[in-house]
C-alpha cells in the first residue's frame, strides 16, 4: 500500500511549482505595463516615452483610419504645412485602404497601433505577435515601406506586445505630452492647455484622428487644438513633425 503522505507532498510541491511559475508569467505580462505611468517613463524609459532631439517636437496620431475625420486632419497639416506620424488599427486600415494610403502619400508617417482597440487583461502572445506583424505588413502595402514605430492601445504595453512589436522590427513608442481629447468635455482650448503644460523640446505629443474609442465628437477638439499648437511650438523655436525625423534617443 502507498503511504498518502508523500503523494500530498508531491502534489504540494507540483501546485506550489505551478504557482510560481504561473506568477512569473503575470508578471512578464504586466510588468511593463507600469511604463504607462508617464512620471516614471519619462525617468527611466525616455526612448519609451518619444524624448528626441530638442530641437524638434514629434506630432501623432492614434485609433485612424478615420473616412469622417482623418481627411479634416489631414487637410489642417497641410494648411500648417506639418508632416505628422499616423497610429493606425489594422482593422481600420484593412476598412480603408486607399486612406491609409493618401495619409503616406501626402507625405505623413504610418505606425503600428495593433489590430484592434482592446485591452491585453490576460497573456496571449501568440496572438500578440500575429495581430501586430499583421497591422504592419498592411502600413507596409499602404505606405511603400515597413514601418518604424509601434504604440499598444490604450498605451498598456505588455511583455506579449513588447515582445511582437520586437519580433516584427517595430520599436514601441508611448508619448510624454497628451491632450486629453477623448474625453466629452474636451474642448481645443483645454487639449491646448493640457499638451503645453508637459511639453517640452523633444518630446512627443499624442493626439486622436478618430473618435472610435472616444467621446463622439471629440476628434473636434484635437482638430481645433492643432493651430494653436503648432503656432505655441513654433513660438519657442521648435520644429514640429513625424517620428521619423525626431531623432529618438535609445
Not at 486632419?73 to 476598412?95: I, N, P
Not at 499602404?142 to 517595430?170: E, V
Not at 503645453?196 to 472610435?212: A, E, F, K, P, Q
Request: hydrophobic share 45%; with cysteine.
Amino acid at each position: 500500500m502507498v503511504s498518502a503522505r508523500p503523494v500530498a507532498a508531491l502534489a504540494g510541491a507540483a501546485g506550489a511549482v505551478g504557482a510560481v511559475a504561473a506568477g512569473a508569467v503575470a508578471a512578464w505580462h504586466v510588468g511593463p505595463a507600469a511604463t504607462w505611468l508617464p512620471g516614471a517613463r519619462a525617468v527611466l524609459w525616455p526612448g519609451l516615452d518619444g524624448r528626441g532631439d530638442p530641437s524638434h517636437v514629434a506630432l501623432t496620431f492614434d485609433d485612424g483610419p478615420d473616412p469622417d475625420t482623418t481627411p479634416r486632419f489631414l487637410r489642417a497639416l497641410d494648411d500648417l504645412d506639418v508632416r505628422a506620424t499616423f497610429f493606425v488599427l489594422g482593422s481600420r486600415l484593412a476598412d480603408h485602404p486607399g486612406l491609409g494610403r493618401l495619409i503616406a502619400a501626402e507625405g505623413h508617417e504610418l505606425a503600428v497601433h495593433g489590430w484592434r482597440h482592446d485591452r491585453p487583461w490576460r497573456p496571449r502572445p501568440r496572438l500578440d505577435a500575429r495581430e501586430v506583424a499583421r497591422a504592419a505588413e498592411l502600413v507596409a502595402g499602404a505606405a511603400g515601406r515597413w514601418p518604424l514605430w509601434y504604440r499598444p492601445p490604450y498605451g498598456i504595453l505588455t511583455g506579449g506586445r513588447w515582445a511582437a512589436a520586437r519580433s516584427a522590427g517595430l520599436r514601441t513608442v508611448l508619448w510624454s505630452a497628451w491632450g486629453r481629447d477623448w474625453t466629452a468635455s474636451a474642448t481645443a482650448y483645454s487639449v491646448h492647455a493640457e499638451v503645453t503644460r508637459t511639453l517640452r523640446g523633444g518630446g512627443t505629443v499624442l493626439l486622436h484622428d478618430s473618435d472610435m474609442v472616444s467621446a463622439p465628437g471629440a476628434w473636434r477638439a484635437a482638430l481645433g487644438a492643432l493651430p494653436g499648437l503648432v503656432a505655441e511650438c513654433r513660438g519657442r523655436g521648435l520644429r514640429v513633425g513625424r517620428l521619423d525625423d525626431h531623432g529618438l534617443i535609445e
